[in-house]
């Protein structure tokens, strides 16, 4: 009897050493999946990561060699390993095809891709500056203002509209209000007030605005030949008039002399780019009245 009892006990201790081993092997098992799967998802990862730096690089190139659908192509190719989330690496990828779009002139589209990136985080100064240079090229003058990034360029691209259209009292107003507004289009505001006093025939006064403008922002070309031009003007007109004249006799109207001068509009702040893909935007010139720049 005690020998069936021993003989019980010992096939009981076998089999609770069987389930002992049946276990930890089961946990061997999951330990050596879980690795196994581990590495299986970083392969994977890095592949991924490797295929999206892969066509961020192609993109970028392609934009550079001006062939920007195809850039564009590249760079949504890289969105789509992003699932609809917006990171670092999403958002270089957006910089780079709003820049492609806005060159491209596709203004609507990369308004878009910058009110995306404006979803993301709304008070992003780029971003918003990226999306009031569309609507500008859109016409929407007063959708740019309301993001108050770039009021000075828009400011003096109003005033380059009324010296086309020779209304310079409603120019220098435009130009005052740019002065108030301040940022990165001043020096483009001074030289067309000098400009539209030029324009307006008050020679004395231009010369003063040129004067101030060389000694604030530095000798330039055009400068100096306006310079030498209204200094040319007023000594004729002094010596035309004798120790007789007035000092208004010192607005003399261009026509009457003749001359015209030379009008270079610029861009100004560009996207993406201060991004740029800062950054975005070329200068351009247009010839419009005496040396006005935009």
Same mark, same amino acid.
């Given at each position: 009897?005690e020998? %069936? ?29 879980? +690795? ?33 659908d195809?850039?564009?192509a590249?760079l ?15 958002? /270089? ?7 492609? %779009? ?6 609507a ?5 910058? /009110? ?5 985080? %709304? ?12 609507? +500008?090229?859109m016409?929407?003058y ?49 030289? /067309?007030?000098?400009?539209i006093?030029?324009n ?14 060389r000694?604030?922002?530095g ?43 030379n ?9 993406a780019g ?11 010139? %247009? ?8």
């Amino acid at each position: 009897m005690e020998d %069936e009892r021993a003989r019980a006990r010992a096939r009981a201790r076998k089999k609770k050493k069987r389930r002992q081993q049946k276990m930890m092997f089961g946990i061997l098992f999951l330990i050596v999946m879980v +690795v196994i799967s581990g590495i299986v998802y970083g392969i994977m990862g890095y592949q991924r990561e490797k295929k999206k730096q892969e066509l961020l690089a192609e993109g970028v190139r392609l934009l550079e060699d001006g062939s920007y659908d195809e850039a564009i192509a590249r760079l949504d190719e890289a969105l789509q390993w992003s699932k609809g989330k917006i990171g670092e690496f999403e958002t /270089n990828v957006l910089l780079y095809r709003a820049d492609a %779009e806005y060159r491209l002139e596709d203004y609507a589209a990369a308004l878009n891709t910058y /009110n995306l990136l404006r979803n993301n985080e %709304e008070e992003n100064a780029q971003f918003k500056k990226g999306a009031a240079q569309c609507m +500008v090229k859109m016409g929407d003058y007063d959708g740019a203002l309301e993001l108050g990034v770039i009021d000075g360029y828009i400011y003096n691209l109003r005033a380059l509209e009324q010296i086309r259209a020779e209304e310079y009292d409603a120019a220098l107003e435009w130009i005052a209000r740019g002065k108030a507004a301040g940022g990165e289009s001043m020096q483009d505001l001074s030289y /067309n007030e000098a400009v539209i006093w030029e324009n307006k025939g008050d020679y004395a006064r231009a010369l003063e605005l040129f004067e101030a403008y060389r000694e604030k922002y530095g000798p330039d070309e055009n400068v100096e030949r306006e310079i030498t031009f209204l200094r040319s003007r007023l000594e004729s007109h002094e010596e035309s008039v004798g120790t007789e004249g007035s000092p208004d006799d010192q607005a003399v109207s261009p026509e009457a002399d003749g001359t015209e001068g030379n009008a270079v509009p610029s861009e100004g702040e560009s996207g993406a780019g201060e991004g740029e893909s800062e950054g975005q935007e070329s200068s351009e010139s %247009e010839t419009s009245g005496n040396g006005a720049v935009g």
